[in-house]
């Protein structure tokens, strides 16, 4: 087993970032609200306060996933990481109806909140911090998806790669672009209030961001719930299928997996080849194409199972 700090050094770097991040934006949101009495304020520190504990989790649930197997524990702890993640969207599920609640109570009980510079000022910041913790996110996504991008590139390629990345990243990237926005809104509810003295557009501002933090715990409870499950992935399929149907020797594919276990793939297999070729000439095979499959960025475990070539294929050529 490895020693506890050499398991905490693996966790998320991307949600560590964040969790320090949010909890400092947390406690300037907090001082703020406290001083102004803002509900559009009071939101973003729910959001922030949120965000902070859960990402601490994740990094936590992270570090732990990457243990080695024990002798109670053969499979690893792989999938460790998705029943912390699905533990923590609780955190966010009761911070975003507190958010709906307040909101709501200030639409139906309006009241003017003072100190519009302080609050333009801190989640101006906010929003900033926000950004660079997504940016940094976007990039992790690209590098745990294998793809390069530069510049202003980084972000839209991002998006269409999320479904590519760890599920401690893909949650640290959701709920920093969440957050982004939100101190959006909060701005732009604070601005009406003032100076068009609509007062409940801070009510409004506060239930579209708790809206919106119900949205990322949804989407992460759906992502962690398959990733308990073992859920198929099926573009490192094709990819697996195309370099073992390069091979002379494979004369079709039964059946191939590519399971995502927590972070990691777990690849099972099994081949037809011919059954002219001796065990010896099977085993080196075998040793080629493992060796080149667990060169695959996340792969951990390797099961090749061999038959004879029955001439009829199976495995549906794309």
Avoid: C
């Avoid at 109670?72 to 911070?95: E, S, T, W």
């Avoid at 579209?208 to 992460?220: D, K, P, S």
């Avoid at 073992?244 to 399971?259: C, G, N, W």
């Amino acid at each position: 087993m490895k020693p506890r700090n050499s398991l905490l050094k693996q966790g998320n770097k991307s949600s560590l970032i964040a969790t320090v991040v949010n909890a400092i934006i947390a406690a300037v949101k907090g001082s703020a609200y406290f001083f102004t009495g803002n509900v559009a304020m009071f939101a973003e520190t729910m959001h922030s306060l949120g965000d902070a504990a859960n990402q601490f989790f994740v990094y936590i649930g992270s570090a732990l996933s990457k243990k080695l197997p024990t002798d109670r524990f053969p499979n690893g702890f792989g999938r460790l990481v998705n029943l912390v993640l699905l533990g923590a969207v609780i955190i966010v599920g009761i911070m975003s109806y507190e958010t709906i609640k307040e909101g709501y109570y200030h639409i139906l009980h309006p009241t003017e909140s003072k100190g519009i510079v302080v609050n333009i000022l801190v989640l101006g910041v906010a929003v900033l911090l926000e950004a660079y913790v997504l940016f940094k996110a976007m990039k992790e996504v690209l590098h745990e998806s294998n793809v390069k991008a530069k510049k202003l590139a980084i972000i839209p390629t991002s998006f269409r790669h999320l479904k590519r990345a760890k599920p401690a990243t893909k949650l640290v990237f959701m709920e920093d672009f969440v957050a982004t926005l939100g101190g959006i809104i909060a701005i732009i509810g604070i601005l009406l209030a003032y100076f068009a003295e609509i007062h409940a557009a801070e009510g409004v501002a506060s239930i579209l961001i708790g809206g919106m933090m119900f949205f990322v715990v949804g989407r992460v409870f759906l992502d962690n719930a398959k990733g308990i499950l073992g859920e198929a992935d099926d573009d490192l399929e094709e990819i697996i299928a195309k370099f073992i149907l390069m091979q002379p020797e494979i004369k079709d594919i039964q059946t191939l997996y590519a399971v995502k276990e927590g972070e990691d793939f777990h690849i099972e297999m099994k081949l037809e080849i011919d059954p002219n070729l001796t065990v010896g000439q099977a085993g080196k095979i075998k040793d080629r194409i493992e060796a080149k499959i667990h060169g695959m960025k996340g792969v951990t475990d390797v099961i090749i199972e061999f038959d004879e070539d029955d001439g009829i294929p199976t495995w549906i050529r794309t």
